[in-house]
């Protein structure tokens, strides 16, 4: 244990210092930079900040080790104890925003079915916020979790969710405007895929042509996680089939 963190830090130093010396950072930026760190803490942005940067390098290595789906972030807005739903995510009951109905199959990576998986699906409200996080919106409104049949089949309603900003007001969006980059992540949903015996799979879908796809300020858009335009009876579908790794890949990459 020791010996790994020795050389995961080590290594993370020695690439700093290779980024302060090509750029030739003077000790008036290096004491600023520091600053920023310490502003970024007292606003209790850190964790914020180095998801932005980080997160997606952690979900890289995941895809690398393991295999099936590609997983990316789960972001901040996961809530563990969202309820079991039928047919529908609950949603606002004024929602007149465009009806999407997500389906699919969970399979192992063979492709056979795995039934009774538990998949967790949380989105955005129209407007752009989270249910339990902003605006006292009810923590089980646009989420829930669904379980799989026996041909390891799901399908839920809810309406498309839309492009919405990181906080953008404090010390991290002020480092992303400095640099040129903006706040914002493209329209998504979030999925979590948990079965016995299996690796858990953390993944969303993107919408082809949707706004900031391919600017993603928190750089967790994959082509494959890119859904085409598909409507059935003019309703807008997402069907994503999730391949799940055997928890013991996973056990043996850890080890
Ligand atoms: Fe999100």
Known sequence: MSNRLEAV???????????????????????????YIMKTVEAGELPLMIDAFLNTTICQIENRNFGGSTSTLEGPYFLDDAPFVEGALKTYEDDRHEPLLLRGRVLDLA??????AIIDVWHSTPDGH??????????????????TDAAGGYEVRTTVPVAYKIPDQGPVGALLEAMGRHSWRPAHVHYKVRA??????????????????????????H????????RESGIKVIETDFELAPALAHAAAAA
């Open 130 to 147: 989270y249910g339990g996080f902003h605006n006292n919106i009810p923590r089980d409104f646009y989420r829930g979790k669904l379980r």
């Open 9 to 35: 830090v080590a290594d993370i130093v020695e690439g700093i210092r290779g980024a302060l010396m090509k750029h030739d950072v003077t000790f008036d930026e290096y004491r600023q930079g520091i600053g």
């Open 111 to 116: 492709g056979a079915p795995v039934a009774d």
């Open 223 to 230: 082509s494959e996680l890119i859904h085409a335009d598909v």
């Open 196 to 221: 016995p015996g299996f690796h858990t799979l953390t993944t969303q879908a993107y919408f082809e042509g949707g706004e900031y796809v391919d600017s993603d300020c928190c750089e967790g858009v």
